[in-house]
């Protein structure tokens, strides 16, 4: 009977020894703790606004360039009180960076059929969508918009120069047009 209790005491004693000698290798393997390590990466992720990757990318056509001068570069407000900025990008003409939150995007001007301004971000996968009136950033691989009824000060006086003339003139339909006199 002694025996057994001696060796389930030494069994207890190897296991706590054991479990003591690897809490101290976990312990000396890092000088952080993870909670702390993960509070230090947050608090420099809060101070910067984050990049998306840049892919190489390949010259922009005649086509792209001529987009450019086009795009509403600044602040625009958005609905909620969210802020799109637009600028052109430092060292890639042509092409431009668009901050929303604390993202970065690095946009490439998109030809389209409609006269819309397009601008994507394949490796992303957002899509900022500019027509007089508002502007949009879409998330493409989701199908979303990110956010929605952004203004440029270009495009509310756009829109405020329009309302008068649409208001005269109605919806363009000319109820008398089919009738004879």
Known sequence: MMNIKAISWSALASCLLLASQSWAAVADSSST?????KAKTKAKTKAKAVVAAEPVEEPLTDEQLAIAPR??????HCEFKQTVKVSAHPTKPGRFQLQFGKMIYNMTPEPTSTGAVVLKDNAAGVEWLQIPTKSMLMNTRLGQRMVDGCQHPEQVAFESNAAPAAS????????????AN
């Open 168 to 179: 005269a003139e109605g919806f363009g339909i000319a109820p008398d047009a089919g009738k």
């Open 71 to 76: 795009v509403n570069a600044g602040d625009a």
């Open 33 to 37: 703790t993870p909670t702390v390590a």
